[in-house]
C-alpha cells in the first residue's frame, strides 16, 4: 500500500540554524500539507500546497518557513533560523484532491532545537 | 474558527470490551467532514474512520463505528472488541469544505487496552 515517508526521523539542530525536513508524498497525490505537533499540545496545521504554490498557511507558518516541490516526488518545509519553540514533531500529509479527500500522513520527523 | 473538544484526556477498557470516545466541535457550516485518526508510540498518524455531514447514517470500519449527532455537534468513536493494537493517542478532526483543506484537531484521547 502506498504510503507518505518522511526523512530524516529525529533531526537535532541549534537555534539559529537551517534545517530542511522532506516529505516524499503518495505519487497520485496533488494536495500536500504540513502539520506540526508540539509535545504534549494539539496537532496544528502549518500550510498545505497545490500546483506549486501555496493554496493556504496558518498564523504559524510566518516569514521563517516556507515550502518547496523541487521535484517530481519531493516536498519540503524549511525553517530559516530555527528558535527553540519549533521543537515539535512534524509531519506531511498528502491527498488526491483537496476538501473531499482523506489526507493520509506521513511518520513524522521529530525536531529538537537546542 | 472551528474547534474541535476532546474531553477525555485518558479512557481505558478491557481487551474484548466496547469503549466510546468523545468528541465535539464547533461550527457555523453546514457541509464538513470529521475524522478519527489514531496515533500509536511510533508516532504515525493512522486514519481509522470519516464521516461526511451530509450523511445521515454514522460510518463503519469493522469494528470501529462513530455516533454522528450533527445537530449536537458531537461525532463519537465506537471501538468494539478492543484488541492491545487499538492502545494508541485517539485524536479527532474536522475539515471544512468550503473554506480551505486545513483539518483542525482536538486535543487527543490516549487509549489504554488491558489485558
Known amino acids: 500500500e502506498p504510503e507518505v515517508t518522511q526523512t530524516p526521523s529525529h533531526q537535532v539542530t541549534q537555534m539559529g540554524q537551517e534545517v530542511i525536513l522532506r516529505c516524499v508524498p503518495i505519487s497520485n497525490h496533488l494536495y500536500f500539507y504540513w502539520y506540526r505537533q508540539i509535545l504534549g499540545q494539539k496537532v496544528e496545521f502549518l500550510v498545505s500546497f497545490y500546483n506549486n504554490e501555496i493554496s493556504e498557511k496558518s498564523e504559524i507558518f510566518d516569514d521563517q518557513f516556507s515550502v518547496e516541490r523541487p521535484d517530481g516526488s519531493n516536498f519540503t518545509l524549511k525553517i530559516r533560523s530555527t528558535k527553540l519553540e519549533d521543537s515539535a514533531m512534524y509531519f506531511c500529509?498528502?491527498?488526491?484532491?483537496?476538501?473531499?479527500?482523506?489526507?493520509?500522513f506521513g511518520p513524522g520527523t521529530r525536531l529538537l532545537v537546542l | 474558527a472551528q474547534t474541535v473538544t476532546q474531553s477525555q484526556p485518558e479512557m481505558s477498557v478491557q481487551e474484548a470490551e466496547t469503549v466510546t470516545l468523545s468528541c465535539t466541535y464547533d461550527?457555523?457550516?453546514?457541509?464538513?467532514?470529521l475524522f478519527w485518526y489514531k496515533q500509536p508510540p511510533s508516532r504515525q498518524m493512522i486514519l481509522v474512520i470519516r464521516q461526511e455531514a451530509y450523511k445521515q447514517q454514522n460510518a463503519t470500519e469493522n469494528r470501529f463505528s462513530v455516533n454522528f449527532q450533527k445537530a449536537a455537534k458531537s461525532f463519537s468513536l465506537k471501538i468494539s472488541d478492543s484488541q492491545l493494537g487499538d492502545a494508541a493517542m485517539y485524536f479527532c478532526?474536522?475539515?471544512?469544505?468550503?473554506?480551505?483543506?486545513?483539518?483542525?484537531f482536538g486535543e487527543g484521547t490516549q487509549l489504554t487496552v488491558n489485558p
Open positions: 478532526a474536522y475539515r471544512s469544505v468550503a473554506s480551505g483543506s486545513r483539518l483542525t
Open positions: 461550527t457555523s457550516e453546514s457541509d464538513y467532514y
Open positions: 500529509a498528502s491527498s488526491v484532491m483537496g476538501a473531499q479527500e482523506t489526507q493520509y
